[in-house]
Protein backbone atom coordinates (compact mmCIF):
# COMPACT_ATOMS: atom_id res chain seq x y z
CA UNK A 1 0.00 0.00 0.00
CA UNK A 2 1.05 3.69 -0.96
CA UNK A 3 1.92 5.63 1.87
CA UNK A 4 0.13 8.63 2.58
CA UNK A 5 1.55 12.11 1.19
CA UNK A 6 2.37 15.00 3.35
CA UNK A 7 3.69 18.09 3.43
CA UNK A 8 6.22 19.76 5.45
CA UNK A 9 6.06 23.78 5.11
CA UNK A 10 9.43 24.72 7.19
CA UNK A 11 12.54 23.44 7.70
CA UNK A 12 12.56 20.94 11.23
CA UNK A 13 14.59 18.67 12.65
CA UNK A 14 16.25 15.80 10.52
CA UNK A 15 15.52 13.03 12.87
CA UNK A 16 12.04 14.48 13.25
CA UNK A 17 11.55 14.61 9.27
CA UNK A 18 12.73 10.86 9.82
CA UNK A 19 10.03 9.65 11.55
CA UNK A 20 7.85 11.24 9.32
CA UNK A 21 9.25 9.57 6.30
CA UNK A 22 8.57 5.97 7.96
CA UNK A 23 4.73 6.65 8.15
CA UNK A 24 4.27 9.19 4.79
CA UNK A 25 5.97 10.31 1.66
CA UNK A 26 7.32 13.74 2.20
CA UNK A 27 7.58 16.79 0.51
CA UNK A 28 9.95 18.82 2.51
CA UNK A 29 10.89 22.40 2.90
CA UNK A 30 14.86 22.14 3.96
CA UNK A 31 15.57 24.93 1.79
CA UNK A 32 13.24 26.85 4.36
CA UNK A 33 11.69 30.06 2.44
CA UNK A 34 8.42 31.04 3.53
CA UNK A 35 6.15 30.02 0.49
CA UNK A 36 3.56 33.01 -0.73
CA UNK A 37 -0.14 31.58 -0.15
CA UNK A 38 -0.16 30.53 -3.79
CA UNK A 39 2.93 28.64 -3.55
CA UNK A 40 1.77 26.95 -0.53
CA UNK A 41 -1.51 26.12 -2.36
CA UNK A 42 0.80 24.50 -5.48
CA UNK A 43 2.73 22.29 -3.24
CA UNK A 44 -0.16 21.10 -0.96
CA UNK A 45 -1.98 19.78 -4.07
CA UNK A 46 -2.41 16.11 -3.67
CA UNK A 47 -1.24 16.03 0.03
CA UNK A 48 -3.56 14.79 3.04
CA UNK A 49 -2.16 16.49 5.71
CA UNK A 50 0.88 19.01 6.55
CA UNK A 51 3.59 20.20 9.11
CA UNK A 52 3.53 23.96 9.58
CA UNK A 53 4.62 26.52 11.77
CA UNK A 54 3.28 29.72 12.59
CA UNK A 55 4.13 31.52 9.12
CA UNK A 56 1.62 29.20 6.69
CA UNK A 57 -1.99 30.64 6.76
CA UNK A 58 -4.27 27.94 6.51
CA UNK A 59 -7.51 29.66 5.32
CA UNK A 60 -11.01 28.98 3.50
CA UNK A 61 -9.10 29.62 -0.05
CA UNK A 62 -6.49 27.01 0.58
CA UNK A 63 -8.87 24.42 2.07
CA UNK A 64 -11.16 24.83 -0.75
CA UNK A 65 -8.30 24.39 -3.09
CA UNK A 66 -7.24 21.44 -1.10
CA UNK A 67 -10.35 19.46 -0.65
CA UNK A 68 -8.00 15.98 -0.19
CA UNK A 69 -6.64 17.59 3.23
CA UNK A 70 -7.40 16.49 6.23
CA UNK A 71 -5.30 17.06 9.38
CA UNK A 72 -2.41 20.35 9.46
CA UNK A 73 -0.41 20.25 12.54
CA UNK A 74 1.10 23.22 13.94
CA UNK A 75 4.22 23.47 15.34
CA UNK A 76 3.08 25.79 17.48
CA UNK A 77 1.15 26.04 20.47
CA UNK A 78 -0.71 29.72 19.22
CA UNK A 79 -2.61 28.99 16.34
CA UNK A 80 -3.68 32.00 14.80
CA UNK A 81 -2.58 31.74 11.44
CA UNK A 82 -5.48 28.72 11.22
CA UNK A 83 -8.85 30.03 10.37
CA UNK A 84 -10.06 26.46 12.30
CA UNK A 85 -13.97 27.03 12.09
CA UNK A 86 -13.60 26.86 8.47
CA UNK A 87 -10.90 23.63 9.12
CA UNK A 88 -13.89 22.34 11.16
CA UNK A 89 -16.45 22.97 8.35
CA UNK A 90 -14.18 21.06 5.64
CA UNK A 91 -13.66 18.32 8.19
CA UNK A 92 -9.52 19.15 8.45
CA UNK A 93 -8.42 18.55 11.70
CA UNK A 94 -6.06 21.27 13.37
CA UNK A 95 -3.64 20.60 15.79
CA UNK A 96 -0.76 22.36 17.95
CA UNK A 97 1.77 21.65 20.47
CA UNK A 98 0.86 23.19 23.94
CA UNK A 99 2.58 21.51 26.89
CA UNK A 100 5.78 21.22 25.44
CA UNK A 101 7.01 24.85 25.14
CA UNK A 102 5.44 25.78 28.43
CA UNK A 103 8.20 26.24 30.86
CA UNK A 104 10.88 27.41 27.89
CA UNK A 105 8.82 30.52 26.99
CA UNK A 106 8.11 31.45 30.20
CA UNK A 107 11.78 31.26 31.07
CA UNK A 108 11.92 33.81 27.52
CA UNK A 109 9.24 36.00 29.47
CA UNK A 110 11.54 36.61 32.75
CA UNK A 111 14.82 36.89 30.64
CA UNK A 112 12.94 39.72 28.44
CA UNK A 113 11.77 41.25 31.78
CA UNK A 114 15.15 40.95 33.33
CA UNK A 115 16.51 42.36 30.46
CA UNK A 116 14.20 45.30 30.07
CA UNK A 117 13.79 46.48 33.73
CA UNK A 118 17.39 46.44 34.18
CA UNK A 119 18.30 47.85 30.81
CA UNK A 120 21.00 44.78 29.32
CA UNK A 121 20.66 45.28 25.62
CA UNK A 122 20.67 49.57 25.99
CA UNK A 123 23.89 49.04 27.79
CA UNK A 124 25.63 46.68 26.12
CA UNK A 125 25.53 49.01 23.10
CA UNK A 126 26.78 51.85 24.81
CA UNK A 127 29.91 49.43 25.77
CA UNK A 128 30.29 48.21 22.84
CA UNK A 129 30.03 51.66 21.15
CA UNK A 130 33.58 52.64 23.12
CA UNK A 131 31.02 55.43 25.34
CA UNK A 132 31.96 53.43 28.81
CA UNK A 133 34.59 56.14 29.85
CA UNK A 134 33.33 55.80 33.98
CA UNK A 135 31.82 53.92 36.38
CA UNK A 136 28.74 56.50 37.27
CA UNK A 137 26.28 56.12 40.38
CA UNK A 138 23.33 56.26 37.80
CA UNK A 139 24.36 54.93 35.03
CA UNK A 140 22.00 52.21 33.51
CA UNK A 141 20.09 52.70 36.91
CA UNK A 142 17.22 50.00 36.20
CA UNK A 143 13.91 49.41 37.71
CA UNK A 144 13.81 46.73 40.79
CA UNK A 145 12.41 43.14 39.66
CA UNK A 146 12.67 41.42 42.80
CA UNK A 147 9.93 42.79 45.25
CA UNK A 148 8.50 44.55 42.24
CA UNK A 149 4.32 44.31 41.45
CA UNK A 150 4.39 41.85 38.43
CA UNK A 151 0.89 41.97 36.13
CA UNK A 152 0.06 39.23 34.09
CA UNK A 153 -2.05 39.62 31.67
CA UNK A 154 -3.18 36.05 29.98
CA UNK A 155 -2.87 33.38 32.58
CA UNK A 156 -2.95 29.94 30.57
CA UNK A 157 -0.31 28.02 31.04
CA UNK A 158 3.15 29.54 30.68
CA UNK A 159 1.28 33.23 32.66
CA UNK A 160 1.42 30.85 35.13
CA UNK A 161 4.84 29.95 34.99
CA UNK A 162 5.85 33.27 34.94
CA UNK A 163 3.48 34.11 37.69
CA UNK A 164 5.51 31.14 39.87
CA UNK A 165 8.99 32.35 38.78
CA UNK A 166 8.09 35.90 39.73
CA UNK A 167 6.24 35.45 43.06
CA UNK A 168 8.88 32.18 44.41
CA UNK A 169 11.70 32.84 42.42
CA UNK A 170 11.87 36.96 42.82
CA UNK A 171 9.62 37.62 45.55
CA UNK A 172 7.51 39.38 43.42
CA UNK A 173 3.69 40.28 44.06
CA UNK A 174 1.93 38.98 41.66
CA UNK A 175 -1.53 40.14 40.06
CA UNK A 176 -3.14 38.87 36.74
CA UNK A 177 -6.21 39.57 34.72
CA UNK A 178 -7.17 36.68 32.42
CA UNK A 179 -10.72 36.39 30.82
CA UNK A 180 -11.61 33.47 33.24
CA UNK A 181 -10.09 33.15 37.08
CA UNK A 182 -7.99 30.50 38.06
CA UNK A 183 -9.42 27.71 40.30
CA UNK A 184 -8.52 29.19 44.44
CA UNK A 185 -5.48 26.22 44.35
CA UNK A 186 -3.73 27.43 41.28
CA UNK A 187 -4.18 31.18 42.49
CA UNK A 188 -2.79 29.63 45.60
CA UNK A 189 0.34 28.00 44.06
CA UNK A 190 1.33 30.53 41.73
CA UNK A 191 0.50 33.43 44.61
CA UNK A 192 -1.43 35.35 41.96
CA UNK A 193 -4.72 37.89 42.62
CA UNK A 194 -6.80 38.74 40.22
CA UNK A 195 -7.83 41.97 39.31
CA UNK A 196 -9.14 44.26 36.60
CA UNK A 197 -7.08 45.13 33.08
CA UNK A 198 -7.42 48.49 34.64
CA UNK A 199 -6.17 47.96 37.96
CA UNK A 200 -3.37 45.88 36.83
CA UNK A 201 -2.19 48.57 34.52
CA UNK A 202 -2.40 51.13 37.13
CA UNK A 203 -0.39 49.32 39.58
CA UNK A 204 1.93 46.81 37.82
CA UNK A 205 5.84 47.75 37.93
CA UNK A 206 6.08 44.88 34.81
CA UNK A 207 3.71 44.29 32.71
CA UNK A 208 3.81 40.67 31.00
CA UNK A 209 1.50 39.48 27.86
CA UNK A 210 0.64 36.31 27.63
CA UNK A 211 -2.85 36.19 25.70
CA UNK A 212 -3.53 34.49 22.68
CA UNK A 213 -4.17 36.36 19.48
CA UNK A 214 -8.10 36.78 18.47
CA UNK A 215 -9.72 39.33 17.45
CA UNK A 216 -11.05 40.43 20.67
CA UNK A 217 -7.32 40.72 21.90
CA UNK A 218 -5.80 42.36 18.86
CA UNK A 219 -4.40 45.91 20.60
CA UNK A 220 -4.78 44.42 24.37
CA UNK A 221 -2.48 46.91 24.65
CA UNK A 222 -2.95 51.00 22.89
CA UNK A 223 -2.08 53.91 23.56
CA UNK A 224 -5.27 54.48 25.47
CA UNK A 225 -3.65 51.04 28.02
CA UNK A 226 -0.28 52.91 28.09
CA UNK A 227 -1.40 56.02 29.30
CA UNK A 228 -2.90 54.74 32.35
CA UNK A 229 0.59 52.83 33.18
CA UNK A 230 3.07 54.15 35.47
CA UNK A 231 5.95 56.06 33.95
CA UNK A 232 8.28 53.70 35.72
CA UNK A 233 6.68 50.31 34.16
CA UNK A 234 7.94 47.84 31.86
CA UNK A 235 6.15 46.27 29.96
CA UNK A 236 7.02 42.78 27.94
CA UNK A 237 4.85 40.93 25.07
CA UNK A 238 6.07 37.48 24.27
CA UNK A 239 2.51 36.28 23.18
CA UNK A 240 1.67 37.83 19.27
CA UNK A 241 2.29 40.74 17.09
CA UNK A 242 -1.18 42.06 17.28
CA UNK A 243 -1.50 42.32 20.84
CA UNK A 244 0.16 45.44 20.96
CA UNK A 245 -0.83 48.41 19.11
CA UNK A 246 3.31 48.56 17.99
CA UNK A 247 2.95 52.42 16.67
CA UNK A 248 1.46 53.63 19.95
CA UNK A 249 4.25 51.94 21.48
CA UNK A 250 6.71 53.58 19.67
CA UNK A 251 5.44 56.95 20.89
CA UNK A 252 4.81 56.21 24.34
CA UNK A 253 8.70 54.99 24.44
CA UNK A 254 10.07 57.90 23.22
CA UNK A 255 7.74 60.62 25.27
CA UNK A 256 8.84 58.13 28.35
CA UNK A 257 4.82 57.39 29.43
CA UNK A 258 6.30 54.20 30.10
CA UNK A 259 10.17 53.16 31.09
CA UNK A 260 10.93 50.83 28.78
CA UNK A 261 9.56 47.29 27.00
CA UNK A 262 10.63 43.73 26.05
CA UNK A 263 9.46 43.34 22.72
CA UNK A 264 9.57 39.54 21.03
CA UNK A 265 6.55 39.25 18.61
CA UNK A 266 5.74 42.51 15.86
CA UNK A 267 2.69 43.18 14.27
CA UNK A 268 3.30 41.84 10.72
CA UNK A 269 6.67 40.33 11.43
CA UNK A 270 9.32 39.56 10.36
CA UNK A 271 9.07 43.26 9.37
CA UNK A 272 9.29 45.89 12.72
CA UNK A 273 7.86 49.02 13.08
CA UNK A 274 10.45 51.79 12.24
CA UNK A 275 9.50 53.72 15.01
CA UNK A 276 10.05 51.20 17.61
CA UNK A 277 13.63 50.30 16.24
CA UNK A 278 14.27 54.35 16.94
CA UNK A 279 13.93 53.98 20.40
CA UNK A 280 16.52 52.80 22.99
CA UNK A 281 14.18 52.05 25.98
CA UNK A 282 12.95 48.22 24.11
CA UNK A 283 14.71 45.23 23.96
CA UNK A 284 13.70 43.63 20.70
CA UNK A 285 13.96 40.07 19.88
CA UNK A 286 12.71 37.68 17.07
CA UNK A 287 10.20 35.69 18.17
CA UNK A 288 12.64 33.20 20.04
CA UNK A 289 10.79 32.84 23.08
CA UNK A 290 10.23 28.97 22.77
CA UNK A 291 13.87 28.40 20.81
CA UNK A 292 16.40 26.10 22.75
CA UNK A 293 17.22 23.24 21.27
CA UNK A 294 15.66 20.20 23.47
CA UNK A 295 12.30 22.80 23.36
CA UNK A 296 11.93 23.03 19.26
CA UNK A 297 12.48 19.17 19.08
CA UNK A 298 9.77 18.47 21.14
CA UNK A 299 7.52 20.83 19.53
CA UNK A 300 8.70 19.53 16.38
CA UNK A 301 8.00 15.50 17.15
CA UNK A 302 4.66 16.52 19.02
CA UNK A 303 3.58 18.28 15.72
CA UNK A 304 4.94 14.72 13.72
CA UNK A 305 3.11 12.39 16.41
CA UNK A 306 0.00 14.82 15.31
CA UNK A 307 0.09 13.64 12.11
CA UNK A 308 1.77 10.03 12.96
CA UNK A 309 -1.05 9.45 14.89
CA UNK A 310 -4.21 10.69 13.43
CA UNK A 311 -2.76 8.43 10.16
CA UNK A 312 -1.75 5.13 12.29
CA UNK A 313 -4.34 5.43 15.43
CA UNK A 314 -7.19 7.86 13.97
CA UNK A 315 -6.49 10.12 16.45
CA UNK A 316 -4.07 13.34 16.66
CA UNK A 317 -2.50 13.88 20.24
CA UNK A 318 -3.33 17.43 20.81
CA UNK A 319 -6.09 18.21 18.28
CA UNK A 320 -8.02 21.75 18.01
CA UNK A 321 -10.94 20.80 17.05
CA UNK A 322 -12.42 17.17 17.38
C1 LIG B 1 4.17 29.39 19.56
O1 LIG B 1 4.38 28.22 19.88
O2 LIG B 1 3.04 29.82 19.39
C2 LIG B 1 5.35 30.25 19.37
O3 LIG B 1 5.02 31.56 19.18
C3 LIG B 1 6.19 29.73 18.23
O4 LIG B 1 7.46 29.56 18.71
Redesign the pocket.
Known amino acids: MSKPSILVARAIFPEVLQSLAQVFEVESNQADEVWSAAELNRRMQGKVGALTT?SERIDAALLQANPQLRIVANM???FNNFDVPAMTAAGVVASN?PDV?TETTADFGFALLMATARRVTESEHFLRAGLWTKWSYDMFAGAEVHGATLGIIGMGRIGQGIARRGAHGFGMKVIYHNRSRLSAELEAECKATYVSKEELLKTADHVVLVVPYSAESHHTIGAAELAQMKPSATLVNIARGGIVDDGALAQALAAKQIAAAGIDVFEGEPSVHPDLLKVPNVVLTP?I??ATIQTRRA?AQLAADNLIGFFTQGQAVTPLNT
Do not use: N
Open positions: GAVGTLHASM
